[in-house]
C-alpha cells in the first residue's frame, strides 16, 4: 500500500458505538442496588442473588465488547503510528461518552458526567467486573442462611457500580463521586453486621481514616483547577507550563497537588499511616473482604496515581516518596503478618503488604509495571480470601488457624486453589505473582531518582526482597496451618467439616487458574529475549534531557503504552545486560524458596515452633502497637477534647449560661411584669402614688 493510501485509510478510522454504552457499565450495578434497595422485603434471596450477579454478568459482557472494540482502534492507530501518519504517535485510543453536564461553570469549561475507556481503564473494568462476578456468585452461597440477602447484594451492587465511575471517569471530579462512593459503600459492608458493636465499630473506623485521606485529596483537585483552570485529565495534562509554575515556598502546583492527592491515595489504598483500617475491615462477611481487597477499593489509590502519571513524572520528589512510603509499608504489613492467628488478619495485612509493592512500583515509574501487579494480585488475593470463607464456612465461623489443621481430607477443592493462590503470592516461578513481582523488584532496582542515584534505589530494592522473603514465609506457615497435620480445634466441629458448594468452589477453581496463567500477560523481557530468542517490540524513546529509553514490550505493556507513553519519556532509568537482569531474577527466587523452605521446616505437618524470638514476635503479634500509639496521640487527645467541649462549652456554655440563662432572665422578667400587671386599680393607684413619692423625694432632697 502506497503513502497516500495510508495517508487516506487513517484520515477515516472505523466506526463505533462502543462510546455509547459505556454509561451502561455502571449504570447496570446501580439499578441492580436500586432494585434489591426497594423491593428487599418482597425479593426471596435467591431472586435477590440472582439480580445482582446478572446485573454485574451484563455489566462484564458490555466491558468485553468495549475493550474488544477498543482493541481494533488501538490496531488502527498503531498501524497509522507505524507508517508516520502526522499526528499519531501521541495518540490514545479511547471512546467516551458524555452523560449530561454537570455543573456549569462561568467563565470555565464546565464539569461533565463523562465516562472515558483508553487502554488502562479497560483493563480496570475488566478486572472489576470479572473478579466481582465471581465475588458475587460466591456470596450466593456465602449468605446463603444470612437474615438480610436483599440488603448485602445491593451494597455489593453499589460497590461494584461506584468502582466502575471511579475508574471510567474522565475528570478529577466525576472519579471523586466515585471515590466517595466506594468509601461509602466499605462502611456499609464492614459494619453490614452492625448489630455486633465491634463490627460496626469497625466500619466506623474505615470510614474515618478514609475521609482523612480524602480531604487531602480534594485538596489536590482544587489545587490542579487553580493551576490550569480544568478538572479533565486531558485540560490537566495539556497545562503542563502551568503545572510547573511557582506555587509557594519554593514548590510547584504540581508538586503541592501530587502530595496531596497521594494523602487521599494512602487513606483508599492503605498506606502508612493512613493503612491502620484496613486490617479491622475483616469484620465484613468474608466475600466483602474479598472484593475490597482484591479488585476495588484498595487499588483505587494505585490506579489514580498511574492515571496521574503526567502529573507525577513532572516532581521526581513526590515520586521518590510514594516509592518510600510503599517499600515501608510493604515490609511493615509482611513483618505483622508473619505473628498473626487469625486467617483474616494474615491475608490483611499481606494485602496491604501487596499495594506497597505496588506503589513502589509506580513510584519508579514503572506504572504498567504497578498496574500488572493490581492485575495478577487481583486474581491470587481474591482466590486467597474466599478460600479462607469457605474454611470459615465449615468452621463454622472459628477463624483462628491454631484451631485448625488437617482440613485438606475434608477440603480437597479449598486446599488445593488455597495452595495454588498460596505459591502465586510467595512469588513461586512460572505462577502470576512470580512476573508481577519479579518486574517491581528489577523496576524498583533500576530506577535512577535525583537523590541517591545508585544506592537509595538498592537501598529499597533490599527492603523490598526482605518483604518478598516474609510474604513467602507467612504464606506457608498460613497454608500449613490450615491445612496440613492433625485437626486442632473442637471435636464437635470436626464432626461437620465439608467441602464447600459448588457455587462457592467453582469461583475458587477460576481464581486459581487466573493465579498461574494471568502472569504470562506481562512477561518480562529477560524471559522473552532468553526463551523465545526474540526482541519483538522492543522500542527507543527519546527523553525530555535527550536520553533514551529501551523499552521491551509485551501483551500487557504493549496495551498500556499509549496511557503511559508521556510519563515514560520522562523517567529516568537505567540499562542492565541480561547477566544482571538473571541476577535479580535469581535473587527474588531465592528469597521466595528461602521463605517457603523455612516455614516448611517450622510448620510443616501443621506443628508450632517450640521457640519464639521474643522482642520481635511481640512487637510483631501486637502489630508494632500502631493502634495503640495512635490511641495515645491522637483517639485520646481528640475524644478529651470532644468531652471538653461537650460538657463545658457545649452544655456549661452554651446550653445553660446562653440559652438556658437567656431563657431564664426572660422568664423572670415575664414573671415580675406578671405580677405588675395583676388588674386591679387599687394596686396601680398604689403603684403611682409611690411612684410620685420616690420623685419628690429625689427632688426636694
Request: proline share 4%; aromatic share 12%.
Amino acid at each position: 500500500m502506497d503513502a497516500a493510501a495510508i495517508l487516506s485509510l487513517c484520515q477515516h478510522p472505523p466506526a463505533s458505538q462502543a462510546g455509547e454504552y459505556l454509561a451502561w457499565i455502571p449504570l447496570l450495578p446501580l439499578l441492580g442496588f436500586l432494585v434489591n434497595a426497594l423491593c428487599a422485603r418482597w425479593l426471596d434471596r435467591t431472586a435477590s442473588a440472582l439480580l445482582a450477579c446478572a446485573a454485574v454478568l451484563f455489566s462484564l459482557a458490555i466491558s468485553a465488547w468495549v475493550v474488544w472494540d477498543l482493541g481494533g482502534l488501538k490496531e488502527f492507530v498503531d498501524t497509522c503510528a507505524a507508517h508516520g501518519v502526522p499526528g499519531t504517535d501521541e495518540t490514545v485510543p479511547a471512546y467516551a461518552h458524555t452523560v449530561y453536564q454537570w455543573l456549569p461553570f462561568a467563565g470555565h469549561a464546565a464539569i461533565d458526567l463523562r465516562l472515558k475507556v483508553d487502554p488502562l481503564s479497560a483493563v480496570m473494568i475488566l478486572i472489576v467486573t470479572g473478579i466481582g462476578l465471581l465475588i458475587h456468585v460466591y456470596s450466593a452461597g456465602y449468605m446463603a442462611h444470612d437474615k438480610s440477602p436483599g440488603r448485602y447484594f445491593a451494597y455489593l451492587n453499589l460497590f461494584m457500580a461506584s468502582m466502575l465511575v471511579l475508574v471510567l471517569a474522565d475528570s478529577l471530579p466525576v472519579m471523586f463521586i466515585g471515590w466517595e462512593g466506594v468509601g461509602l459503600c466499605s462502611y456499609l459492608l464492614i459494619g453490614f453486621w452492625f448489630e455486633d458493636e465491634a463490627k460496626a465499630a469497625a466500619g466506623k473506623k474505615a470510614f474515618i481514616v478514609n475521609r482523612i485521606g480524602d480531604f487531602g485529596f480534594i485538596l489536590g483537585i482544587f489545587t490542579l483547577f487553580a493551576a490550569t483552570g480544568h478538572f479533565d485529565f486531558d485540560g490537566i495534562a495539556a497545562g503542563q507550563s502551568f503545572l510547573t509554575a511557582d506555587f509557594g515556598g519554593g514548590l510547584s502546583f504540581a508538586t503541592v497537588a501530587a502530595v496531596l492527592l497521594f494523602v487521599g491515595a494512602t487513606g483508599k489504598s492503605a498506606q502508612i499511616p493512613l493503612y491502620v483500617w484496613l486490617p479491622d475491615a475483616m469484620a465484613g462477611p468474608t466475600p466483602v473482604s474479598a472484593l475490597i481487597h482484591a479488585a476495588t477499593m484498595v487499588t483505587a489509590g494505585v490506579y489514580m496515581v498511574a492515571r496521574m502519571n503526567f502529573l507525577y513524572v513532572l516532581t521526581p520528589g513526590v515520586m521518590l516518596i510514594v516509592t518510600v512510603v510503599g517499600a515501608s509499608t510493604a515490609i511493615l504489613a509482611a513483618a505483622i503478618a508473619t505473628a498473626q492467628n487469625d486467617i483474616k488478619k494474615v491475608l490483611a495485612y499481606s494485602t496491604v503488604s501487596q499495594l506497597g509493592f505496588m506503589f513502589a512500583a509506580v513510584g519508579s515509574g514503572a506504572f504498567w509495571v504497578g498496574i500488572f501487579h493490581v492485575m495478577t494480585h487481583a486474581f491470587f488475593k481474591a482466590g486467597l480470601f474466599l478460600g479462607s470463607g469457605s474454611v470459615i464456612h465449615a468452621m463454622g465461623g472459628e477463624q483462628d488457624i491454631r484451631k485448625m489443621g488437617g482440613l485438606k481430607k475434608h477440603m480437597p477443592v479449598t486446599r488445593w486453589t488455597f495452595f495454588v493462590c498460596t505459591l502465586a503470592i510467595a512469588g513461586v516461578p512460572l505462577l502470576a505473582g512470580f512476573f508481577s513481582k519479579d518486574e517491581i523488584l528489577a523496576a524498583v532496582f533500576a530506577h535512577r531518582t535525583p537523590y541517591g542515584e545508585g544506592w537509595l534505589p538498592q537501598t529499597l530494592w533490599a527492603v523490598l526482597v526482605t518483604a518478598a522473603f516474609f510474604t513467602a514465609f507467612y504464606m506457608m506457615r498460613l497454608y500449613l496451618r490450615t491445612f496440613e497435620g492433625a485437626f486442632r480445634g473442637d471435636h464437635h466441629v470436626e464432626e461437620h467439616l465439608h467441602e464447600s458448594p459448588p457455587v462457592m468452589t467453582w469461583p475458587l477453581v477460576i481464581l486459581a487458574a487466573g493465579a498461574v496463567l494471568v502472569g504470562y500477560a506481562g512477561l518480562g523481557s529477560v524471559f522473552s529475549d532468553t526463551f523465545l530468542g526474540t526482541h519483538h517490540g522492543v522500542r527507543e524513546l527519546a527523553g525530555a534531557a535527550g536520553e533514551v529509553t529501551r523499552w521491551h514490550t509485551n501483551a500487557l505493556e504493549f496495551w498500556l503504552e499509549p496511557v503511559f507513553r508521556s510519563g515514560m519519556t520522562l523517567v529516568k532509568t537505567s540499562e542492565h545486560g541480561l547477566a544482571t537482569e538473571w541476577t535479580l531474577v535469581g535473587a527474588s527466587v531465592a528469597v521466595a524458596s528461602a521463605g517457603v523452605l523455612l516455614a516448611w521446616s517450622w510448620y510443616r505437618g501443621g506443628r508450632e515452633p517450640s521457640f519464639t524470638v521474643p522482642v520481635l514476635g511481640t512487637l510483631a503479634q501486637n502489630k508494632f502497637y500502631v493502634d495503640e500509639l495512635y490511641d495515645l496521640l491522637i483517639v485520646r487527645p481528640l475524644k478529651a477534647t470532644a468531652d471538653f467541649l461537650h460538657v463545658v462549652v457545649d452544655e456549661g456554655l452554651i446550653d445553660t449560661v446562653l440559652v438556658r440563662g437567656a431563657a431564664a432572665v426572660f422568664e423572670g422578667a415575664g414573671w415580675l411584669l406578671r405580677r405588675l400587671q395583676n388588674g386591679q386599680v387599687q394596686f396601680y393607684a398604689f403603684v403611682l402614688v409611690l411612684g410620685l413619692a420616690a420623685m419628690m423625694a429625689f427632688f426636694l432632697g
